[in-house]
């Protein structure tokens, strides 16, 4: 489990066990966890509304209150494999001022999110990097949870945009596709029909022994992930050291 292995690990020393450095990882990802959600659903509540829709701010989605945006089975993802999704913000597309352009406009604006989001943070895992401190001195405690915060927040995002964007109901990649496409065809059809058995799939492929590393997901959003974490590290700290 993902909490779990955060828990138990000292990204420092790179050494396993409960450790006080556990503890921080534990509260750093929470708060992570609560910005990646929470920021992605606001911003389609918020692009709704640009485009005509109030739909989301009559039911309470343009709120900073997670228990709003929390669904239990993406916060239940969340917490095994670090990647999940929230309670989709309700949209009428009626209300659009440009149904197309809102339609487009909405799907998109979580991941966005996401990814700007994680790009600031990519600026704090450089800045606080470069702190000297000492081991086990306050400085170091507070230089780490920020350290980490910055980290998993980063990562958090980059994984919440990539698994959004798959063409999964009820992502935000299937709306996309939707505003394009006919959503009664096959395909639109037979993922509105078994995206659920999909991703259980996935899960399960994640937990097999010598196969987890070869999974689709895994490797879609390792490999995908990695070089985006890697590219904005780079910018911030050509931008930072230069």
């Known amino acids: 489990m993902y909490i779990l292995r955060l828990l138990r690990y000292n990204f420092v020393t790179g050494q396993e066990g409960f450790c006080r450095e556990g503890l921080l990882n534990a509260a750093a990802f929470v708060v992570a966890l609560l910005a990646a959600l929470i920021l992605h659903e606001i911003a389609h509540g918020l692009v709704a509304l640009w485009n005509g829709d109030n739909t989301a701010k009559m039911y309470g989605r343009l709120s900073l209150n997670p228990v709003k945006h929390f669904d239990p089975v993406g916060l239940l993802m969340m917490l ?18 440009n149904r ?32 000297p401190v000492e081991i086990n001195s306050a400085k170091y405690y507070a230089v780490y949870f920020f350290q980490i915060l ?14 959004n964007i798959l063409p999964l109901y009820p992502l935000d990649g299937y709306r996309l596709l939707g505003s394009f496409v006919d959503e009664r065809n096959g395909f639109m059809t037979f ?10 799939g996935f899960i399960v492929l994640d937990y097999i022994p010598y196969v987890s590393n070869y999974s689709p997901l895994n490797l879609y959003i390792g490999w995908l992930g990695g070089k985006i974490y890697g590219g904005f590290e780079a910018f911030w700290r050509l931008i930072l050291r230069g």
């Open 80 to 97: 095994l494999v670090g990647f999940g999704w929230a309670k989709p913000v309700p949209v009428n597309p009626n209300n659009f001022k």
């Open 100 to 131: 197309k352009v809102g339609a487009i406009t909405v799907s998109v604006a979580g991941v966005l999110t996401n990814l700007l989001l994680a790009f600031l943070f990519a600026m704090g895992v450089v800045l606080f990097g470069q702190i």
């Open 150 to 163: 910055c980290i998993l927040a980063m990562q958090l995002n980059v994984n919440f945009a990539l698994f």
């Open 191 to 200: 993922m509105r029909r078994y995206s659920l058995y999909i991703l259980l």
